[in-house]
C-alpha cells in the first residue's frame, strides 16, 4: 500500500478520495431520482431540481416537479441514508463481535426496533414519526442488552452471539406478531406486515430530516473509531493492551449501530442483507483496515439500497415489491460470490 | 522501568485463580514466570497488564498505580503479547504490526512516516520483512508468534509482558527470540516452560496452585527438591566441558537412574 509521506500529502488524499465518494454518491442519487416508474427526461428532473434548490423558474410541468421533489428525491436520499446506516451498524457489529456473521438483522436490534415501533403504532404511545423512531430505539436498544446478556452467560464468545441473537430475534419477531394479532385491526396489520418487509413508499421530507442526519453522524462516529475498531482484530484484551478504552468504545459504538438500526427501521421496515453483504463487498474492496472499509461501506450501501430501491419500482409494473425482497434477492447471490471467491484468494 | 504487584488476586466463579502476589521487578531485569499448566501463570500476566477485570490487589510503574492511568497511558508503557490471540480477518503481516502503534496515534495524529520505520524495524528484528505482505491466515503458528513480538515492539514499550512466547517456534527462533529479550532495554516478565531456557533470566518467579512459590535467582529457586515437589519431575545438573554452562537433565520420578 502507498502512504502519504507529509501531512499535507495526506489531507490531499483524503480530500481527494472524499471528493470523489460524494460524487459517486451525488450521482447515484441523481441516477435514483431519474428512472422510476415513469422515466422522466433528464431536462425535466434538472429543471424541477434547480427550481426548488435556488428558484431557477424553469417551465416544467408542475404534475412531474411533484413527483421528483416530493416524492423521488426524499426517498432517493432516505435509501441513501438508510443504506450508509445499516452497513455501518453491520461493519461495525462485525469488528466488535469478531464474527463475519454479525449484523443488525442476525443479532435482532432491527426485530426489537420493529418491536418496539409497531408497539408505538399499534397502541398510540407518542405520535408522528419522532414516537416510532423513539419507540424503534428503546425496542433496539432492549434487544441488544438482552441478546448481550443471554449471551455473557452462555459464555461470551463471538459464536455465544450469533445463538443469543438469534433466540432474541425469534422473540422481538414474536413479540411483534402478538402484538399486531391482538390489537391491529385487519387494515393496519396489512400495512404493518407490507411495512415489515421494508419499504419505501411513505417516504417524505420529514423522513429525510431525520434519516441524513443519523446517517452522517453515525458515519463520523465509526470513522473517529475506525483504529479503535482495527484493534479488536484480536480480541477484546487485545485491544484493551493496545490502550482502547474497550468499555467507553462499546458503548459509544453499540449505541451509534443502535440509533442508525432503529432509525432506519423505523422509517423504511426492517430490511435485511444490507448490514450483512456490504461490509463484506467493502472488504473485499478495500482490505480490512477499518480507516478505508468504513468510508467504503458506507458508500456501497448508500449506493446499493439505492439501486435496490429503484428496481423495486421497476421490476413489476405498477406494483411495488418490498425493497427487503429486492436486496435478498441479490444479497443472498452476492454473498454467496463473496464467500467462494474469499475462500479461493485466502 | 519498574513494575510492582501489591497483593494481587483473581477469582473465577469463587475460586481464586491467583492469590496474593506480591513482587517488584527492576528496571531492565528480566522476571521468568515458571510452574506447571494451570498454575496461574497466564492470570497473573493479565492482571500485570491490568486488562483482568475484577482484580484485587494493585500494580504500579515506577510508583504510579495502573488505576490511576488512562488505557492509552499504560498501552504507551507496557506491551503484552498474550498466549493465544487470533483473528479471522484478512490482516497482512504489516497491518499486524502496525496494531502495535495504537497507543501513539489518535484521529487528529495518524500514522506517518515515523510510524512506518518503527514497524518497519521491528519486522527486521523478527526476521520478518520479507513476509511483510502475507496474510495472517496464512501463517504458521511460529510466525503468527513472531508478528505478534513485533507488533509489541512497534508499541515501543518501557515493559514487557511475554506469555510463553517461544511456543511453536523453530530452535533457531526460540534461541534468537531469548536473546532479543534479554538484549531489549526494557523490563522483561516472561512465562516459559522451558526450564533451561529459564536459567537465562535474571530471576524466576514459581508459581503453584496461584501463588508464588519462590522467588530468586534461577539456581537458587530451581532446587531438586522445589522440581520433584511442584514439577513433580527429578533433574539432574550437567556442566558443559565447553564453557561450564549448566543444563538439567529431566527424568520421571518414577524412574530413578
Ligand atoms: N476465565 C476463567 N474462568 C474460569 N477458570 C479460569 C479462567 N481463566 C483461567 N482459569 C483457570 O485458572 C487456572 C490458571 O489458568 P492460567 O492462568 O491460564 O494458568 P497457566 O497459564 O499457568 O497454565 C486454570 O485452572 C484455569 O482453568
Ligand atoms: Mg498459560
Redesign the pocket.
Known sequence: MIRPATPVALIAHVALRGMAGVAVLLAAVLTGVILGETPLPWATVWAALANNLWGAGLPVDPIDQGIIWSYRVPRTLVAAGCGAGLALAGVVLQALVRNALADPYLLGVSAGASTGAVAVTIMGVGAGAIGISGGAFLGAALAFGLVAALARAAGGGPAHMVLAGIAGSQLFNALTSFFIAKSANAEQARGIMFWLLGNLSGVRWPDVTLALPVAVLGFFACLWHARALDAFSFGSDAASSLGIAVRRVQIVLIGAVTLMTATMVSLVGSIGFVGLVIPHAARFLVGPRHGRLIPAAALAGAVFLIAADVVSRMLIPGQVVPIGVVTALVGAPGFALILVRGRVRG | MRIRAEGLGWS??GRA??EGITLEVASGETLGLI?P????????LKLFAGIAARARGSVSLDGTTLSGMSRRDIARRIAFVE?QAQTAEALSVRDAVELGRTPWLSPLAPFGAEDAAICQEALARVGMEAMANRSWTTLSGGERQRVHIARALAQRPQVMLLDEPTNHLDIHHQLSLLRLVSELPVTVVI?LHDLNQALGCDRLAV?EG?RLAALGPPREVLTPERLARIFRVGARVLTDPADGATQFRFHCLEDQP
Do not use: C, E, F, P
Open positions: 473465577a466463579r485463580i491467583v510452574g499448566n494451570g498454575s496461574g501463570k497466564s492470570t497473573l498466549q512465562a508459581m496461584g
